[in-house]
């Protein structure tokens, strides 16, 4: 996701010198190599989320995450009470647990994720449930136009067409990294669309929703494109 929101209700506000000081060391950061920049980036998964300011999402860090929620902390949940819903316009609605998606065939693939505001990570190694496997299952009626991307913040949600949603690089991703997808990546289970910019990655995956239509979600209805594609350079 891009463009953190500032949160209002989690822990105290950080300052703005305090943001200043840490745009400094981001600079550090990217002087002293990969170590310290990891180091930063981790710490800021915590700050970013009580920044009044937003000037933490200018911090220098080179190619490495930032960490972004549009609601502030967001509850986390284990793989084992996770559960993702398709529903809406399907005549096989669904509910497949964590241990269910790593049942079913998977995708793995690297590619870079990159950021509509101008960072990127190369080379992300990315494992899981293509979702148009799982909308193959659920078979969309005649009716269906798009996809809707839920977040169990409660919050945001992304659009996709049917065709879009159907892409060889759009999965619903179970692993980074060979490793479980952690909480401030968006797990246990988010998703990866390779040719489109990081918002239209849904972290805290809990629905894939098929619509009549192709609606704005959360950035879409601020402004962002609706197709989201990565402009060549």
Aim: with cysteine; net charge negative; aromatic share 10%.
């Amino acid at each position: 996701m891009s463009h953190p929101k500032p949160a209002s209700d989690e822990g105290a506000p950080l300052g703005r010198r305090a943001v200043l000081g840490l745009l400094g060391l981001g600079a550090v950061g990217v002087v002293t190599g990969s170590s310290v920049q990891n180091g930063l980036s981790q710490m800021l998964a915590s700050i970013q989320m009580r920044d009044p300011t937003g000037l933490t999402s200018q911090i220098p860090l080179g190619d490495t995450w930032r960490y972004y929620s549009v609601t502030g902390a967001v509850e986390p949940r284990t793989r084992a009470d996770y559960s993702l819903r398709i529903s809406g316009l399907v005549d096989q609605p669904a509910s497949y647990s964590f241990a269910d998606l790593e049942g079913l065939p998977q995708t793995e693939f690297d590619d870079t994720f990159q950021c509509v505001t101008g960072w990127s990570v190369p080379d992300v190694p990315w494992r899981g449930v293509r979702v148009a496997d799982l909308l193959e299952a659920a078979a969309p009626t005649d009716d269906a136009v798009g996809v809707r991307y839920k977040s169990f913040d409660g919050t945001y949600t992304v659009n996709m067409t049917l065709e879009q949603a159907r892409a060889d690089d759009v999965l619903v991703v179970l692993a980074m990294y060979d490793a479980p997808v952690t909480h401030d990546h968006g797990g246990p289970a988010r998703i990866y669309s390779g040719s489109m910019y990081g918002y239209k990655s849904t972290k805290w995956l809990s629905e894939i929703e098929v619509t009549a239509n192709n609606a704005p979600g959360y950035w879409e209805d601020r402004g962002y494109p609706l197709d989201g594609f990565i402009e060549d350079e």
